[in-house]
Structure formats: structure tokens, C-alpha cells
């Protein structure tokens, strides 16, 4: 079956680049998706790629699709204490369910 | 503001109790899901529904029940039979059909057994 597999922990200093890496297994999907979750709190959306595209950037994000090797990245610029979060990513089912299937997140760790 | 509410936040349950989980939205999504969060194993889809009183088992949907009477309302049932219910459970919808396919979630429910 699908399965989206994440490092489970990255650490980083503050201003630097953080790069959070993703493989998926389902390569009909034409949605990936990256969501962060801080403490105690749901996921929000923090962007999304279609899968004719080979890179989006947005702001400070810039995301990374190798559909060849179903590798995806968030790059975070210029990281800062408020990026430390879970970050998720995530594949969309291709079947009449559209289902999200999620990675088990990475704990992001930014230090001053 | 359109969004989803979930509650209780927090809730406490004795060994043996059925306990109900609210969700609600008002962002005029047909589909919403149940995603149970422990520790390192990210995101595990319970269940689902697509339309008013139909719904999907999800990965790990023994232990849990649910209905969709309503469009705006999908309320979990943890049962009895769920034998390890200690989590942190999540509420999410979306639009029907394809799309971006973005999923809205809550705030999240934190359930402990005592």
C-alpha cells in the first residue's frame, strides 16, 4: 500500500536553511502537500505541489518534487525559533476517496 | 470566521467508558475524517465520510464508531472495545472530489484513560 516515510528529527540554528526531506510511494499522485503542527495544536496547510511541477517557492518555502525518485522537500530560508514545528508531509490518494496519506512527521528544532 | 471545532480539548475517561468526540464545521465541506496522532507514528485515518449518512472505515477503525446525520457534524464514538485509546485524535474536511484537496483541520482532542 501507499506510505510516506520522513526523518523523524532535524535540528538547525537559527538563520540557517532547514531542508526536510520526504519519499512517497504512490506515484499517481498529483497532490503533495507539506503541513506544520505546533504543540497542542491541529495541522495547517503550509503549501502544496502539483505533480507536473518540479519546484514551487512561496515566500520563505521553497518545495522540491523529484517525481522520478517520489522525493519531495520543504527547504525552509532563514529559519527562525517560531518555524520550530512537526512538519508533514503528505500524498494524495488518486481513487474516489482523495484521501491524505501522511508521513510521521519531523520534529524541527530551531536553536538560538 | 469559517473553520472546525472540535471538543472537549481535553477529556479523561475510566477504563470501560464510552466517550463521544465532537466535531463541527461551517466551511460547507461534503467530506470530513478522523485521524488518530501518537507519538512518532504521525497520522492514522479512523474514518471517513463523503456525504451525509455514509462513511468509510479508515486504517484503524476497530474500537471507534462514528455517524454523519448532519453535513457539518462527524462525531467519533471511542468504545469500550478500543483497547489502547490514549491519544491525541483530529478532526479534518474538505471539499468533495478533486481539486487541491486541501484538508481543514481542528484544533485537535487529547483523550486520556485513566
Known amino acids: 500500500g501507499e506510505d510516506v516515510e520522513q526523518s523523524l528529527f532535524l535540528s538547525v540554528r537559527e538563520g540557517d536553511s532547514s531542508v526536510i526531506n520526504c519519499t512517497y510511494t504512490d506515484s499517481s499522485s498529483t497532490y503533495l502537500y507539506w503541513y506544520k503542527q505546533e504543540p497542542g495544536a491541529g495541522l495547517q496547510l503550509l503549501t502544496y505541489?502539483?505533480?507536473?511541477?518540479d519546484m514551487k517557492q512561496d515566500q520563505r518555502l521553497t518545495v522540491l518534487l523529484n517525481k522520478k525518485d517520489k522525493h519531495l522537500s520543504l527547504r525552509i530560508a532563514d529559519t527562525q525559533t517560531g518555524d520550530s514545528a512537526i512538519y508533514f508531509c503528505a500524498e494524495r490518494e488518486e481513487d474516489s476517496s482523495y484521501k491524505l496519506i501522511f508521513g510521521s512527521g519531523t520534529r524541527l528544532l530551531v536553536r538560538p | 470566521d469559517g473553520g472546525i471545532t472540535q471538543s472537549p480539548k481535553y477529556l479523561f475517561r475510566k477504563e470501560g467508558q464510552n466517550v463521544t468526540l465532537s466535531c463541527e464545521q461551517n466551511l460547507n465541506h461534503d467530506a470530513m475524517y478522523w485521524y488518530r496522532q501518537d507519538p512518532g507514528q504521525g497520522l492514522r485515518l479512523i474514518y471517513y465520510s463523503q456525504i451525509v449518512n455514509d462513511f468509510q472505515k479508515g486504517d484503524i477503525a476497530e474500537g471507534y464508531s462514528v455517524s454523519r446525520e448532519k453535513k457539518e457534524s462527524f462525531p467519533l464514538t471511542v468504545t469500550s472495545a478500543q483497547k489502547n485509546p490514549t491519544a491525541f485524535y483530529l478532526c479534518?474536511?474538505?471539499?468533495?472530489?478533486?481539486?487541491?484537496?486541501?484538508?481543514?483541520f481542528g484544533e485537535g482532542s487529547r483523550l486520556t484513560v485513566l
Open positions: 505541489i502539483f505533480s507536473n511541477m
Open positions: 479534518a474536511s474538505k471539499k468533495q472530489g478533486a481539486g487541491t484537496g486541501e484538508l481543514f
